[in-house]
């Protein structure tokens, strides 16, 4: 876990987001038990509510579950569940900023496909 948190978000905000990260990479896996709230509290330094707030986020959403008395555990299928929805977040938030900047600076598809590859190729 990364201890890093930053004001652009509400932290219940970055606790829900860091175990999705968590899920999505490959470090929690269906049926894994997530870090304690008592844990993540120490680990962050934050209010118990906080975490639990951001916890119950993902209840709800069906990406974790929680066994009473023994803690809370990844769903079958969050990992597939996350990626879906984060992909349509991707497509909204920044291919289609994108492809209208694009539009108003005249580029082809073409264009669009080297500055990608070449952003990409810097990347690495």
Not at 7 to 31: A, S, T
Not at 51 to 59: D, I, T
Not at 68 to 97: I, S, T
């Amino acid at each position: 876990m990364s201890q890093s948190l930053h004001d652009k978000k509400p932290i219940f905000i970055q606790m829900k987001e860091k175990i999705e990260d968590q899920i999505v990479k490959g470090q929690l896996k269906e049926h894994d038990q997530i870090p304690s709230t008592t844990k993540m509290v120490q680990f962050y330094k934050v209010n118990h509510i906080t975490v639990l707030k951001g916890m119950n986020l993902l209840v709800d959403e069906g990406i974790i579950y929680k066994k009473r008395g023994v803690g809370m555990f990844v769903a079958e299928g969050a990992k597939e569940q996350l990626l879906e929805k984060r992909k349509d977040v991707f497509a909204d938030e920044y291919v289609l900023p994108m492809i209208q900047e694009a539009e108003k600076l005249g580029l082809t598809e073409k264009d669009i496909v080297d500055v990608i590859e070449k952003m990409k190729g810097e990347f690495k």
